[in-house]
């Protein structure tokens, strides 16, 4: 084999509680994140020169060192003692600044393909741990199932099964505005309101458990995020829109990571027109420029 063309999935923080921050300045969380059905595409051919290069149909996309695709691949070939190189040819769907994590899987996708076509040398424990040193969220995309993540994220635990049950295909609408939220600046709008501005460990997971264990719970019930404090303080144009599509729909909706991307799930009863008018307010709510998508939750 010496190309693979694989897909490199967005994801969504359905449960997003912060709950302090680390001696070494990353934060500490409680979190249930799903892989989706929608992503970037990333074609990988090796070659026999030793080098490794990008192209990507988005312009704005830096493509040299700084991109998390090559710094995936100088990681593996360090770790793995492969010596071949590789071209890479990237689609990008996944807006940026979007707490999608698009630079995180696409990272993780380029571990998984190169440890493919140099014949597997490195184990799943192994691939986590270089993907956890890229990137706080880099591991989870080694699981497609919805996960539970603790720590700053390297901690990855599988959701059980009775609360994947209510997850499993739920089809979500995914809308971003045209601006981009920086992670940085969030947790440091958030660490400045500390202590008050986290969620005790304690009850964050008081709060998961029990929507685990009451199965009569809906998926919708999960949602929560610390971060939306800071970031709907900040970008008015955000809870605007949320208290809007819940008056109008009834929707309950999150926003993913730091955003700026909201989330609604489909209401299983909705009828075929539902998302048209759901797209139609929140492309007049936030303008042309808006990002809507409708897709699903892992399988």
């Not at 027109?273 to 759901?278: E, F, S, Y």
């Amino acid at each position: 084999m010496t190309a693979l063309t694989l897909n490199s999935p967005a994801k969504i923080n359905l449960f997003l509680a912060v709950v302090g921050r680390r001696p070494d300045g990353f934060h500490d969380l409680v979190s249930v994140v799903s892989q989706v059905g929608f992503g970037d595409t990333l074609t990988v051919e090796s070659t026999d020169s030793g080098e490794f290069a990008l192209e990507c149909d988005d312009a704005s996309l830096v493509v040299d060192e700084r991109n998390l695709v090559l710094r995936a691949a100088r990681a593996f070939r360090e770790a793995s003692g492969w010596p071949g190189g590789a071209r890479f040819r990237l689609i990008k769907r996944i807006p940026q600044g979007a707490g999608l994590g698009g630079g995180s899987s696409n990272a993780t996708t380029t571990l998984r393909a190169l440890n493919t076509l140099a014949g597997r040398p490195l184990g799943l424990d192994s691939l986590a741990d270089l993907a956890a040193r890229l990137g706080s969220d880099c591991p989870l995309f080694l699981h497609p199932a919805p996960l539970i993540m603790r720590g700053r994220g390297e901690r990855i635990e599988l959701l059980p099964e009775v609360g994947v049950a209510r997850l499993r295909n739920r089809r979500v609408w995914l809308f971003k505005p045209a601006f981009g939220i920086e992670t940085p600046w969030a947790f440091r709008r958030l660490a400045a309101r500390a202590p008050g501005g986290y969620l005790a460990p304690s009850e964050a997971e008081e709060r998961l458990t029990e929507w685990i264990e009451r199965s009569e719970r809906p998926a919708e019930k999960l949602l929560f995020n610390t971060l939306e404090s800071v970031s709907f303080d900040k970008y008015i144009a955000l809870p605007a829109l949320v208290s809007q599509l819940r008056e109008m729909f009834d929707l309950n909706v999150g926003m993913s990571g730091s955003g700026s991307t909201c989330f609604a799930f489909v209401p299983e009863s909705a009828p075929a027109n539902l998302g048209l008018a759901v797209k139609d307010v929140v492309m007049d709510a936030w303008g042309p420029e808006t990002f809507f998508a409708e897709t699903s939750l892992a399988p």
